[in-house]
């Protein structure tokens, strides 16, 4: 599955800051090819954030979907990058732009896994629900229409 992105991951190094920065400017400025090449050089970090979030089983099962939604939020995140952002004192403050985004990132990771699966009070509850995710009679699709997911708000799955 993920083979074609080590393939980018390893065509595309990361950059120094001046070289994002640049290319930051560039894309904010409208140059298509400038935000391809940035999201090119993270597709190696969003790998990672969601192979460091997520465990295995869940990798392979939404990895790519999830991917594909973090690349999308990842061109949303070029527009809105501060390049004349500064400190307290005013002084100018260069911050990566994988500092920007690895927060924003996780949080997509955990919110799409809620809402996959919901919230469950106990383990118990949540293989209760799964089993009858597994089934697929007509008798257990009744059963899960009538699970109220809003009960089930304190243990989440990861």
């Given amino acids: 599955m993920w083979k074609s992105y080590h393939y980018i991951a390893r065509r595309y190094p990361k950059l120094t ?4 920065r640049r290319l930051i400017l560039e894309a904010q400025n409208g140059s298509k090819q400038s935000k391809d ?17 997520l465990f295995s089983d869940r990798v392979k099962r939404y990895g790519e979907d999830i991917l594909a939604e973090a690349i999308l939020l990842t061109y949303q995140k070029i527009n809105t990058y501060d390049l004349k952002y500064c400190d307290k004192k005013g002084d100018p ?5 994988v500092s920007y985004i690895w927060k924003r990132i996780d949080g997509f990771i955990i919110d799409s896994l809620k809402k996959e699966f919901g919230f469950y ?4 509850e949540y293989c209760k629900n799964e089993e009858l995710y597994e089934e697929d009679d007509e008798f ?5 229409d009538k699970i109220d997911h809003r009960e089930n708000q ?5």
Avoid: A, G, Q, Y
Wanted: hydrophobic share 40%.
């Fill in 140 to 144: 257990n699709v009744s059963k899960r």
């Fill in 154 to 158: 304190r243990w989440r799955p990861m």
């Fill in 121 to 124: 009070k106990t383990h118990k």
């Fill in 17 to 20: 800051l001046d070289e994002e």
């Fill in 37 to 53: 090449e940035l999201i090119l050089r993270h597709v190696s970090f969003l790998v990672f954030r969601i192979n460091r979030k």
């Fill in 93 to 97: 403050l260069p911050v990566k732009f």
